[in-house]
């Protein structure tokens, strides 16, 4: 099984098989799954300062925020374009 990274803004990148789910930050439910996450030390800010506008959910139990829309990190993770383990681009 090969590693499959993706950018999910600003230079942070992440795995694609570790993800679980790509949500909205807006609703209630997820804004309380946040503070949790940041309350329990799990919680990763890659927004470097920008707004919220997806919330990823890892097989960790970690949050990770991300300030690019949830359909952009989606079609990233379908497209041919991926990032290798040696932080290289491949088609």
Same mark, same amino acid.
Request: glycine fraction near 0%; aromatic fraction near 8%; charged fraction near 40%.
């Given at each position: 099984m090969s590693i499959r990274l993706i950018n999910i803004g600003f230079g942070s990148i992440v795995s694609v098989n570790r993800i679980v789910a790509i949500v909205s930050p807006e609703s209630a439910p997820m804004k309380r799954l946040?503070? @949790?996450? %940041? @309350?329990a030390g799990t919680l990763i800010d890659a927004t470097h300062g920008r707004r919220t506008r997806a919330v990823l959910i890892m097989d960790?139990?970690?949050i990770v925020l991300s300030a690019v829309q949830p359909e952009t990190v989606a079609? %990233?993770?379908?497209s041919k374009e991926e990032v290798t383990e040696e932080g290289q681009g491949k088609a």
């Open positions: 946040v503070q @949790e996450a %940041r @309350e960790s139990d970690h079609q %990233r993770i379908f």
